[in-house]
């Protein structure tokens, strides 16, 4: 699953690539002799999707959606009932941490897709944040949150970060972000 990871730019992709690298001593470009990425898209901000051949002799493909929530949504209600989808991301959500979704299909031969599962990773903050923060406020900055992630991740981090709301910019691209600390510099 993680080797749709691997044309992926965004900084979770590159954390699993590098941690995958230092926990098991080898890099998911060694797995790329047994699997093929047929099909590949990044959406900004939104999330991946990788179209994978397995196993040449058998062709055995399977497609993975990484993203935010809205993003593998979409995906599943193409092929579920919304109620269905919905019941299944209230099964896996935990409101209280910060999730990135992860939708396996297989494909076996030239037959259907069947749906193997939705995997809700959660990160929480770790401590050392915390730590920058009240640096940061004890020293009299005032904090921003600038992020690529979605809204309620960004909202999660404030919340539980104590910055305040009017100073998040969620689902915002890196030509975004530059703009955005440009306005804010300006207004110093």
């Known amino acids: 699953m993680f080797i749709a990871t691997y044309k992926s ?8 690539n590098s941690f995958i690298k230092a926990k098991y001593g080898f890099s ?25 051949n397995f196993n040449y002799s ?11 929530k809205a993003f593998v949504f979409e995906f599943l209600k193409k092929f579920f009932d919304t109620e269905k989808v919905e019941e299944e991301f209230k099964a896996i959500s935990n409101s209280d941490c910060l999730s990135i979704y992860f939708v396996l299909f297989f494909k076996f031969g030239k037959g259907n897709l069947f749906y193997i599962g939705v ?4 990160e929480e ?5 915390f730590e920058l923060i009240n640096y940061l406020r004890d020293n009299k900055k005032e904090i ?8 309620d991740s960004a909202i999660y981090l404030a919340k539980n970060l104590n910055i305040s709301l009017n100073n998040v910019f969620y689902e915002v ?5 530059y703009d955005i600390l440009l306005n804010l510099k300006k207004k110093r």
């Not at 058998?58 to 935010?68: A, F, L, Q, R």
């Open 119 to 122: 995997i809700n990773y959660q």
């Open 144 to 151: 921003y949150i600038l992020t690529g992630g979605v809204k």
């Open 58 to 68: 058998v062709n055995i493909e399977y497609e993975v959606y990484m993203g935010s």
């Open 173 to 177: 691209n890196s030509v975004k972000k």
């Open 125 to 129: 903050i770790r401590s050392e944040v």
């Open 9 to 16: 730019n965004h900084v979770l992709s590159k954390s699993i």
């Open 28 to 52: 998911l470009y060694k797995l790329l002799k047994n699997h093929k990425i047929i099909d590949f898209k990044e959406v900004v901000s939104k999330g991946i999707f990788a179209k994978v």
